[in-house]
């Protein structure tokens, strides 16, 4: 196998990666080197790209398929033989991963290099119980909004670029976006945005979710399920501390402890037998004394 050239553009390939590319994909040159993976490559591994890069593949990577050229893929691979393959790996904190690609040869001669674009990436040993903690980026443009371009959770990231899946119908069985969706906030709330809502379905369950804002017209976001209790103790902490700095009465730190789980101003009045009228009073003066301007200002501030 010939010496890798120097004056191949890395730099240049991996914008190209970083802008064109929302699938992982990384960069294998002719001696089978790491030599770029782009930021979906990094989310769906952990990996970051000054530990990869310069690495020979297997030290990162174990081909099951095909098995014939387990030890040749890359060559075949690079001649066009080999389009598809399947790999095994380990993540940044050491989970078994799968790792099913797609393969492309690009450029010419001694700077020919490797295209591995990841359909699929999950964890091995997969488990059954509903998954806590969902992630997923979803399109903001008006005519495509909620359109998902993957969804990962404790056990998988599935890739669905390309399907016309929407995260309201596909993630929670709904005809439109949801009402408290962090997306959907005006452009002049910042970023990121943080809810905390009522699971669907469980009395016993809240949603927080976390949406950030990323390149072009698209967010990311994190849904953490957790019980009422495990919310309690998420807060307490920072909400005993906000609470004493901001010299809150002891009503409105009430107040504040049922608006931080999701509760409207009628359930609270109902909850401390006062009236909705109180409750909102209490509310506008706890925003005041805490320099906020709405609830989700002060979620910021506790998570």
């Not at 103790?233 to 730190?253: I, M, N, P, Q, Y």
Request: glycine share 6%.
């Amino acid at each position: 196998m010939s010496a890798v050239p120097t004056d191949v553009d890395w730099e240049a390939i991996g914008c190209l990666l970083a802008d064109a590319l929302t699938k992982p994909t990384f960069v294998l040159d002719r001696a089978g080197e790491f030599r770029m993976l782009n930021a979906a490559a990094e989310r769906a591994t952990g990996w970051r790209r000054q530990e990869v890069v310069g690495s020979l593949w297997n030290e990162r990577i174990t081909p099951t398929t095909p098995r014939s050229n387990r030890e040749r893929w890359v060559v075949d691979a690079l001649r066009g033989i080999i389009r598809e393959a399947s790999f095994r790996a380990r993540s940044k904190d050491g989970a078994p991963l799968a790792i099913d690609a797609e393969l492309a040869p690009v450029g010419d001669g001694d700077s020919k290099a490797l295209l591995l674009v990841a359909t699929r990436v999950a964890l091995i040993d997969l488990t059954s119980e509903p998954a806590t903690i969902i992630r997923y980026q979803l399109s903001t443009r008006a005519e495509s909004f909620g359109l998902l371009e993957y969804v990962s959770t404790g056990s998988q990231t599935r890739y669905v670029e390309g399907r016309d899946l929407r995260c309201f119908d596909h993630l929670y069985g709904r005809e439109s976006p949801c009402e408290s969706c962090p997306a959907l906030r005006g452009a002049q709330s910042s970023w990121p945005r943080v809810e905390v809502r009522a699971h669907a379905t469980r009395d016993d369950m809240y949603e927080v979710v976390q949406a950030s804002k990323i390149e072009g017209d698209s967010v990311q976001v994190q849904v953490r399920r957790i019980t009422d209790e495990e919310l309690r103790r998420l807060f307490s902490a920072k909400l005993e501390r906000v609470s004493d700095a901001s010299g809150l009465t002891t009503r409105e730190h009430a107040v504040l402890e049922h608006l931080m789980v999701g509760r409207g101003p009628d359930e609270i009045a109902t909850l401390l037998a006062v009236s909705k009228r109180t409750v909102k009073f209490h509310q506008t003066n706890l925003l005041q004394k805490l320099g906020a301007e709405s609830r989700n200002d002060i979620l910021r501030l506790l998570l």
